[in-house]
């Protein structure tokens, strides 16, 4: 009898990448991937069409399949099962002015925090359902159903679509508790916060399946497991342990780590996720991570490798060059107009070396404050796994234990949002209580630097460059130090 086989899909902002590994192992047998179109606001079609291209000649190998999709993004449907507009995703921001109206229509950020483990953000699917209402409510009134990207393919999978509209889409709670109307604490939808955000509708929502569950089948008879959110699937794929904690850099930047008990942070820069696999999965966002690089590069006319050549050559701190890296807006700190800004130009730094060691710098720096949210909520750190894109440059990760102060190890390259997915898929094949083990390899470890000071020195000028430009609307909480011991009726998280 041939082994089983699974596919994990990973549906990104720029792209869908499939992998089929071997059920019991893990092992990758097949890649392929598809790109997706550009901008902040994509036809859904457009996904399903990639899926399909991906997956041509793959899923019908596959016993079973999983997706995990970027997060937070609004797909709205008729009754028809045709989505009424291009979905909205994560990364637009015109829905900035809802999140505050809504934050404030609940009563502040402490009960949105209680609420949904999570404050409202121009990037959370209740914005921007607001922000529909608000300015296309022919459009609104039209909408039957709102799923997330995940959840619209999941559905179109299993045969859903114009073809068969009645079919009812499914979720799973890590994707779930990125939008806004669903609780991970209490494992349930809030409607009347789906009605506040709506103003006053309240379309169908997917079904919240259990981490192993089966969502259905497609008609080819694979079996279609629930799927999740992208940085649950990464950190389903990465096997995450305690004090472990993943920085992603990629389109944008993420530091998250799994928790058992849920999350509900008032300032809102920690998002109180659910994970993919029962527990919680504590989230600080950034909109800019890789694309600093990228960017960085096309300033200078050279490509990513001549970039990280050159950033070597100046020395850390880049002699006071600083690059406040908001280049699309930022969602953490919550400055969701602003732009991009280099800081202490002279004579002496005004070369190609310094400004794409700023560059790099700038882009962790950025990381390190959101982390230092996710410490201030009780998060203890051990060691920083560093993936994504950016992670497989050597001097990122250089720079990373420099400025972090801990620990980092680099886990293999490898897509790890799609290895999670088709490991949640092999868990909903083989019916176990718990997922198969499937090990990952390591390629960089890298120590805590034997001088703090220096990563010291470099975040404490990026600090005096935000604060001069934002003043406390960039700040972060402090490292507490030490920590202590929480009263029993007091929230671990």
Not at 124 to 135: E, G, I, M, P, S
Not at 144 to 160: C, E, I, N, Q
Not at 251 to 275: E, H, K, L, M
């Amino acid at each position: 009898m041939c082994a089983a086989m699974v596919a994990g899909v990973d549906s990104s902002t720029q792209s869908c990448k499939v992998v089929v590994c071997a059920a019991d192992t893990g092992e990758i047998l097949h890649q392929a991937q598809a790109r997706h179109p550009d901008g902040t606001e994509v036809a859904p079609q457009a996904w399903w069409e990639a899926l399909c291209a991906a997956g041509d000649g793959l899923f019908e190998q596959v016993d079973a399949i999983a997706v995990a999709g970027q997060q937070h993004g609004m797909v709205a449907v008729d009754a028809d099962g045709n989505p009424v507009r291009d979905a909205l995703l994560w990364n637009d921001v015109r829905s900035a002015a809802a999140a505050d109206e809504l934050i404030l229509e609940l009563g502040g950020a402490q009960a949105w925090a209680e609420a949904v483990g999570s404050v409202p953000l121009a990037a959370f699917t209740v914005t921007k359902l607001r922000w529909l209402a608000d300015h296309e409510p022919e459009l609104a009134d039209r909408t039957a159903r709102v799923m997330l990207p995940h959840d619209y393919l999941t559905w179109r999978l299993r045969g859903g679509g114009p073809s068969n509209p009645g079919l009812e889409p499914t979720t799973d709670r890590g994707d779930a508790s990125g939008t806004g109307y669903w609780s991970p604490a209490d494992c349930e939808y809030r409607k009347d916060l789906l009605a506040l955000g709506f103003r006053g509708r309240t379309p169908e929502l997917p079904r919240v399946l259990a981490p192993a569950e089966v969502a259905g089948r497609t008609p080819g008879g694979a079996l279609v497991a629930a799927g999740t959110g992208d940085n649950a699937g990464a950190a389903l794929g990465l096997g995450l342990g305690e004090g472990d904690v993943v920085v992603s850099l990629g389109t944008s930047g993420t530091v998250f780590a799994r928790s058992v008990a849920p999350s509900a942070d008032a300032s809102g820069a920690v998002a109180g996720f659910a994970d993919a696999t029962g527990a919680f999965l504590p989230l600080v966002c950034t909109l800019n991570a890789a694309r600093v690089l990228e960017y960085a590069a096309d300033l200078l006319g050279v490509d990513l490798a001549t970039l990280e050549s050159l950033a070597a050559q100046a020395p850390p701190g880049a002699d006071g060059l600083v690059l406040l890296p908001y280049l699309s807006g930022e969602r953490t700190p919550n400055l969701p107009h602003a732009t991009g800004s280099l800081h202490g130009l002279r004579p002496e730094t005004m070369r190609p070396s310094h400004i794409a060691r700023a560059a790099f710098e700038g882009m962790l720096c950025n990381m390190a404050e959101a982390l230092d949210h996710l410490r201030s909520r009780g998060t203890g750190v051990r060691r920083i796994l560093l993936i994504g894109g950016a992670a497989r440059s050597s001097l990122v990760a250089e720079i990373a234990a420099q400025i972090f102060g801990v620990p980092v190890t680099v886990p293999q390259p490898n897509e790890y949002v799609a290895l999670g997915a088709a490991r949640q898929a092999a868990w909903a094949l083989s019916g176990a209580a718990e997922p198969p083990i499937w090990s990952a390899r390591t390629v960089a470890e890298i120590p805590a630097p034997d001088a703090p000071a220096i990563g010291s020195r470099i975040r404490a000028e990026y600090q005096r460059a935000q604060g001069d430009l934002y003043g406390r609307s960039g700040a972060v909480p402090p490292v507490p130090a030490p920590r202590r011991r929480r009263r029993s009726h007091e929230r671990r998280t």
